[in-house]
């Protein structure tokens, strides 16, 4: 019913950008908060980035000033720009929304739920 599909991972080395997106589609009536998490192998899986429906951003220490998460309403999609990647950047990454999702498309009865991404592989090498 709602999906959230990731792109734009990939390989870089140590400096690099990545630029990746997730676009979200399905009865959707609207998007509250929507983040990014990552999870490295043998770690558990982290949120880093967070942005509102208003567009209120917050990030977590190890990417504060490196990563910027910013969203299209109009589009129903997340992004999150990385520049100066670190090997410690590599982990499969995953978006996340809070979601209100209407019962059938048209329908004005909504509910709440949390959907995620399939996940995209970043890998910072050098």
């Known amino acids: 019913q709602v999906q959230l599909v990731e792109s734009g991972g990939g390989l870089v080395q140590p400096g690099g950008s990545l630029r990746l997106s997730c676009a979200a589609s399905g009865s959707i009536f609207s998007i509250n908060a929507m983040g990014w998490y990552r999870q490295a192998p043998g770690n558990q899986r982290e949120l880093f980035a967070a942005i509102t429906s208003s567009g209120s951003t917050k990030y977590a220490d190890s990417v504060k000033g490196r990563f910027t998460i910013s969203r299209d309403n109009a589009k129903n999609t997340v992004y999150l720009q990385m520049n100066s990647l670190k090997p410690e950047d590599t982990a499969v990454y995953y978006c996340?929304?809070?979601?209100?999702?209407?019962?059938?498309?048209?329908?004005?009865?909504?509910?709440?739920?949390?959907?995620w991404g399939q996940g995209t592989q970043v890998t910072v090498y050098s």
């Open positions: 996340n929304a809070d979601l209100l999702v209407r019962y059938y498309s048209g329908s004005s009865k909504v509910f709440k739920d949390d959907y």
